[in-house]
């Protein structure tokens, strides 16, 4: 609840016909994306709605993320998600996201693409959306086991990597190597060198965090007998599809910020249905809102997502069954994730329509589905689509 919102949620206080129609047609309830009390990752999350027990299987998020923009990531490579970000002459962060900078991220991200380390280290490097981006370390007797240089906080020191276990202080070795040759490299860089003379912070240095290596994943076809694709606009979640076997399928439009083509995506998932078991799409954009703070812009955002709904609305036939559900709570007022459950409704033939008339997290604690977690909601779909397996004889 926001006080600028009269102590409602953007859910409570948004337009959105389409989503309440859907939720008024279904059945409805809440969901921990991992567990009660557990505040989820975007990448733990996305796991346990793709029917993976995220407790046993994540490894960290960067191998996902590398995957998201397109490194080929090897046995062996040891994968970070990063930042492009803004740092002063002393390595203190300014800006985490160096003015969530759009242009000239590919450029940065060739001049760091490539780069070799003492030991033999080799660097791979991609810029993602905004101020995202993936590094990969290709080496011999490498190990996630290193903490951050991203110190998580504007005013601090990018800090130095340290191994956490005896077998990581050659990745440790590399990637405080690495920080060193990114500003020396990108201070002078002609991207930055006309972000400064527009007034825009320059992306300057790299800061790494989620080291990790690509877990073994059985795929998502296999587990479960079904045809699957993604359609995502931001890389992480491009990862997580392609590291469980699904199809990324690419929607002009789709950019993963608030510019994004929600109908686009919408338009895109009901011609996939016509070659897929299971489309799952992802929208960035409320997500993005909760972490700046903008409730009246969150609002807006879902409004948005229901003129998605209601292309979905129009073209879905009746042996679809539709999930509408988010990965975790962004509240406003955090700027962070939470572990606050999240509402889910579920549409389609078969479904035991409860009483609840509107889709929000207060009126969804009242519907027939009850309290679930993220890795009941895909075998649920599963069985009311009619592709569920007896357990037993």
Wanted: proline letters at 5%; aromatic letters at 4%; glycine letters at 12%.
């Amino acid at each position: 609840p926001i006080p600028e919102l009269a102590r409602q949620t953007p859910l409570q206080t948004a337009r959105k016909e389409h989503l309440d129609w859907f939720a008024a047609n279904g059945v409805n309830g809440l969901m921990d994306p991992i567990a009660p009390g557990v505040k989820p990752g975007s990448d733990t999350s996305h796991l346990a709605l793709f029917g993976y027990d995220s407790l046993a299987v994540y490894t960290g998020r960067g191998p996902f993320e590398a995957a998201g923009v397109g490194i080929p990531v090897r046995r062996g490579d040891i994968a970070f998600r990063c930042n492009l970000a803004t740092v002063d002459s002393a390595m203190r962060v300014t800006d985490r996201r160096a003015g969530r900078i759009k242009d000239g991220t590919h450029d940065l991200a060739a001049a760091l693409d490539g780069l070799q380390l003492d030991g033999g280290v080799r660097v791979l490097f991609r810029a993602g959306t905004e101020h995202r981006a993936a590094l990969v370390l290709r080496g011999a007797g490498l190990s996630p086991h290193v903490t951050d240089s991203d110190p998580h906080e504007e005013g601090a020191v990018v800090a130095s990597v340290a191994a956490t276990e005896s077998d990581g202080g050659a990745t440790a070795h590399a990637v405080n190597a690495f920080t060193r040759e990114c500003f020396r490299i990108l201070k002078d860089h002609p991207v930055n060198m006309e972000r400064a003379t527009a007034g825009l912070p320059p992306a300057n240095m790299v800061l790494l965090r989620g080291a990790g290596i690509v877990p073994d994943l059985e795929p998502i076809g296999e587990r479960f007998h079904l045809k699957a694709a993604g359609i995502a606009g931001v890389g992480l979640i491009k990862g997580i599809c392609r590291a469980v076997g699904m199809d990324v399928l690419e929607v002009a439009g789709a950019t993963g910020g608030l510019d994004t083509d929600m109908v686009a995506k919408a338009s895109a998932a009901l011609e996939a249905l016509k070659t897929y078991d299971l489309v799952a799409v992802n929208v960035k954009a409320p997500d993005v809102c909760g972490h700046d703070g903008l409730a009246n812009e969150k609002v807006r955002t879902i409004e948005r997502i229901d003129a998605m709904m209601a292309t979905l609305k129009i073209g879905l036939g009746p042996e679809v069954v539709l999930a509408a559900t988010a990965d975790h709570s962004t509240p406003v007022m955090l700027k962070d994730h939470s572990a606050d459950p999240v509402p889910v409704l579920i549409f389609g033939e078969g479904v035991r329509v409860d009483d609840v008339q509107k889709f929000d997290e207060i009126s969804a604690a009242k519907g027939g589905r009850g309290r679930i977690r993220g890795l009941d909601l895909l075998p649920i779909l599963l069985d009311l689509a009619g592709r569920s397996e007896k357990f037993g004889a």
